[in-house]
Structure formats: C-alpha cells, structure tokens
C-alpha cells in the first residue's frame, strides 16, 4: 500500500524553524519527484518545494526562497523540509506528494502528484 505521512508540525514563534518530514512506506521514494505544498485558510494550494530525487535538482517558490530547505534520506526513506525564519504567513496545513516525473525536474503543481500524505498543521503565532 502506497503512503505518504508527514511530520513535524506545530506551532513556534515568528523568527523561528521547524523540520517538516515526509516518510514513504509501500515504495522507495528513490526515483521520485517529491513535492511541499501547503495550504492556508480561504486560499489554494501552492507549492513550496520540490526535489527530483533522481537526478537531485531542488526548487523552491520565490515565498521560502532562502528560508527552506529540502533534502531527502535514502536510508529513511524520507524527504525533510527544513524551514527557517518562519512568518505569520507561512502559517498553513503543509502536504507532501510523490509522482514518478519524466523530466530531469520536479513540478511545483499540485495536479501534476499522484500520492499526497494526509498533512500536518504548521502555525506561526506569537
């Protein structure tokens, strides 16, 4: 059975971090495009960021750009998000999604994820 869970969740201070992982059971994510999206009250659901853990190419929206990071384990069979310096805005329920994607890239569009985790709630309030 194909799963995706994510973890790592919470609430923390503006200025603060937190380090979302996204683990993987019933395939190897090795392969895999691999994508962060969140979605905030009232709003869309936007890309964060993305990896091709083929050929290890990262993108990251122009929002978090300097602020996240994405990185994966093979041995975990996991992909991290590493956020960093966190605002009121970054507040959202972040999902993560795989797709096996042909292009030496990784999309940041929803409609392009076959497999979406169930999402985990990020809060940034004082």
């Known amino acids: 059975q194909v799963q995706l869970v994510e973890s790592g969740g919470g609430l923390v201070q503006p200025g603060g971090s937190l380090r979302l992982s996204c683990a993987a059971s019933g395939f190897a994510l090795d392969g895999y495009s691999v994508g962060w999206f969140r979605q905030a009250p009232g709003k869309e659901r936007e890309g964060v960021s993305c990896i091709n853990t083929r050929v290890g190419l990262r993108r990251f929206a122009d929002s978090v750009m300097g602020r996240f990071t994405i990185s994966r384990d093979n041995a975990k069979n996991t992909v991290d998000l590493q956020m960093s310096r966190l605002q009121p805005e970054d507040t959202a329920v972040y999902y993560c999604?795989?797709?096996?994607?042909?292009?030496?890239?990784?999309?940041?569009?929803?409609?392009?994820?076959?497999?979406w985790g169930q999402g985990t709630q990020v809060t940034v309030s004082s």
């Open positions: 999604a795989a797709v096996q994607y042909a292009e030496f890239s990784c999309p940041l569009v929803p409609d392009e994820y076959a497999y």
